[in-house]
């Protein structure tokens, strides 16, 4: 029962895509285009085949995984299910089979559950598209991919999903490829997310040298025997453990939009809405912090990498934020939210508090999920605008919408009792309760990116909802609540926002930490000495109020900027210009990285293709040969002339040359 999980979607995937191909046929040969060189129809009954067959799949898988949850999770009953070998070579063993533990269990609800909400939303939201059941292949496949990640019994299945999510996001980013911007974001994922995998590849090499094995269990069994293993690299010595974790954790980044490989993220927004809250909330970028907790058995013995992961998390957290303060697109803001929030999860997982690191993923992908989907909702009413600058005042006429994007901005803010608040606070009071450096490190930073997550969230409320309407007329005019088929995954993604976390605290480490051992089973694995998640309970008192204290200032600042003094936003961009522009060009990482390696790409193959391929090689190669005939030729035929004499003087020259040929060789 438990593999129908991840095949339904693949199948459901299958039959939609065929419909695609049958449907550009058979209209191929018809229909009349538009200037886009679309069909212009309404919604055909393949188009609904199409959806209630990719919905169907998904839902099923869903209620299946919690099934799964309660017997495997609840019941402590995890296993592994082999299908059957898929890689048989020498000592090298791959088997494809799908391991259904703790880990896998919390993320099949969230997966499933996500998705399936997010299919059901396209339904209405791709209503006027031609394109659906294309749509809703690809978002079926992403699915699958996704699935086949996260039940992987080995690195190299795992890989598979993997690149499968790659392949998935640039076929939905691109989805509207007659849109130039939108291919170029699909290219820039697909190959930001390329020097990842290159990492992430390497990786798995390592552990494979190292072990001799892929197979998670004979892994997680020898890790610390292989962890004194030495490497020399460079002339230096290294240990092996350290190594190997850091080029998975470079898998990690560039899949889950960490600084440096993160500019792929914000991007992605060119994609469908209902895209942005699969990439964002549930699937592809959730894979680096699934995978590091997956790992957590070898990421364990190698501190030094751990290390660097807090590092980079809390920077990441840190960094997004400042950036999704003054970004003016409903969709960037929330993407760069997506960025930081990620930056937590990573630097829970970094203080080997991994359980709170799976608990944030958990809670953020209802409320990402949320957002987004309300988002769509707002794009959808203010028939398709996304600049912040030109909405306002609509919260009477979109009610249900406005009520869903207060729950999650409560949820990601972190208000008492919200999913957010939970998961958000037990990663921070992780990160102080490491008692490290880098751990404090994480802990301010933190704290610094939760009053401005809260900011930034408040100020996308009052922007968008709230004061006088910035819209055009016409566009006010049309302004409407989305249909029941939109509104519904936002009222299910609602519960969970509110629910997820009070419900789940005691499972991931808000409660008893024994009882908190005894629902992972074994699945997340902490090393001597990392107690990180026991001693979060017993942080000072101001540690524990600090989130929210940042929660409330970052509250009051956006309600003195965006709603009591609505000049003093104009007013500070100006007088802090330089700051302003700096966080309002992201860092300038995208101008940084054109120059650095952009542009010498550019150059580089430029040069080769005009002085290497087209001098050299063409010049000497086929043209130069072409030529050389060409000339002798030419010179050949010019003899041709039709004089008497001249053909005279050249039958002369012969015999003459005959003659001396014959006196030379006879002598």
Known sequence: MYPLIVFLPLIAAAIAGTITLVGAMSTAKDAPHDAHGHHHHGVSSADRVAQLVTVAGVVIAFIISIFAFVDVALGGNPQTIELFTWISSGSFDASWALRIDTLTCVMLIVVTGVSSMVHIYSIGYMSHDPDKPRFMAYLSLFTFAMLMLITADNLIQLFFGWEGVGLASYLLIGFWYSKPSASAAAIKAFVVNRVGDFGFALGIFAVYVLFDSVQFDVIFGNAEEVAGTTLMFLGHEFSALEITCFLLFIGAMGKSAQLGLHTWLPDAMEGPTPVSALIHAATMVTAGVFMVARLSPIFEYAETTLMIITIVGATTAFFAATVGCVQNDIKRVIAYSTCSQLGYMFFACGVSAYSAGVFHLMTHGFFKALLFLGAGSVIHAMSDEQDMRKMGGIWKMVPLTFAVMMVGTLAITGFP???????????????????????????????????????????????????????????????????????????????????????????????????????????????????????????????????????????????????????????????????????????????????????????????????????????????????????????????????????????????????????????
Not at 502 to 522: C, I
Not at 601 to 621: E, N, P, R, T, V
Request: proline share 4%; aromatic share 18%.
């Open 417 to 667: 009792g919200l999913a957010g608040f939970y998961s958000k606070d037990l990663v921070i009071e992780s990160a102080y309760a490491a008692h490290t450096g880098v751990g404090l490190y994480a802990f301010w930073a933190g704290i610094l990116a939760a009053l401005m997550t809260s900011f930034y969230s408040w100020r996308l409320v009052f922007m968008t909802f709230f004061g006088t309407p910035r819209a055009d007329e016409r566009t006010m005019a049309h302004v409407h609540e989305s249909p029941a088929v939109m509104t519904g995954p936002l009222l299910f993604l609602t519960v969970g926002a509110i629910f997820a976390g009070w419900f789940a605290k005691d499972w991931f480490g808000g409660g008893d930490y024994e009882e908190m051992l005894a629902f992972w089973n074994g699945a997340l694995f902490m090393a001597e000495g990392h107690l990180a998640l026991e001693h979060a309970h017993h942080v000072p008192g101001w540690v524990k109020l600090a989130p929210f204290v940042a929660m409330v200032t970052g509250f009051v600042i956006a309600l003195v900027m965006y709603k009591l003094v609505p000049s003093l936003p104009r007013t500070l961009a100006n007088t802090f210009n330089g700051v302003y522009r700096f966080a309002l060009n992201k860092w300038y990482f995208d101008e940084l990285y054109d120059k650095i390696f952009v542009k010498p790409a550019f150059a580089l193959g430029y040069g080769f293709w005009k002085s290497g391929d087209g001098a050299i090689i063409d010049g000497c190669g086929p043209d130069g040969v072409a030529a050389a005939c060409r000339n002798i030729a030419r010179r050949v035929s010019a003899i041709q002339s039709g004089f008497v004499y001249h053909y005279a003087f050249a039958m002369l020259i012969g015999i003459a040359a005959l003659v001396s040929y014959t006196i030379w060789k006879m002598g």
